[in-house]
């Protein structure tokens, strides 16, 4: 098998997830909405960014990604769409049960995996059943 292949069959918000626990290892503490860096705008207001702000942005790019993903129809789809209700559901104990998993921040992006999930449920069905309405050539 192709390593291209296997790795389109990774959720990639677990990846993210991953992502997160590094970055709170590292001393990234998405609770204080500390400042990692911040720019002067034009209007005058001051633009800050945020270890938090980072998370939901990689995020929402990851969704976006996972959706675009979710289209393709094949036999390896139903399993990654497993792997995505997998994520979310270490997604959700982790919110409920840890500590540093319990920002508003990580809530986003909770929701943003059920939003894969549902998508990909949804986008597979619906091209099922298009597939099943055209029927076999002859």
């Known amino acids: 098998m192709n ?11 677990g990846v993210v997830l ?9 001393g990234v503490n998405f609770a204080e909405p500390t400042s990692l860096f911040s ?11 945020t270890g938090s702000d980072i998370f939901v942005m ?8 996972e959706i675009v993903k979710s289209v393709r129809t094949g036999t390896g789809t139903i399993l990654e769409h497993a792997l995505s209700l997998v994520v979310f559901i270490v ?7 840890v500590e540093t998993a319990g920002t508003s921040a990580f809530l986003i992006v909770t929701l943003m995996c059920l939003l894969d999930v ?3 449920f949804t986008i597979t069905v619906a091209t099922a059943r298009r597939d099943y309405a055209i029927g076999p050539p002859g």
């Open 3 to 13: 390593i291209f292949k296997l790795i389109s069959f990774i959720p990639l918000l």
């Open 91 to 97: 997604f959700l104990i982790l919110f409920l049960l």
């Open 39 to 49: 720019l002067p705008l034009p209007s005058g207001a001051q633009w800050s960014l």
């Open 118 to 120: 549902i998508a990909g």
């Open 58 to 65: 990689l995020g929402i790019i990851t969704l976006f990604i």
């Open 18 to 26: 991953a992502l997160y626990f590094v970055m709170q290892v590292s």
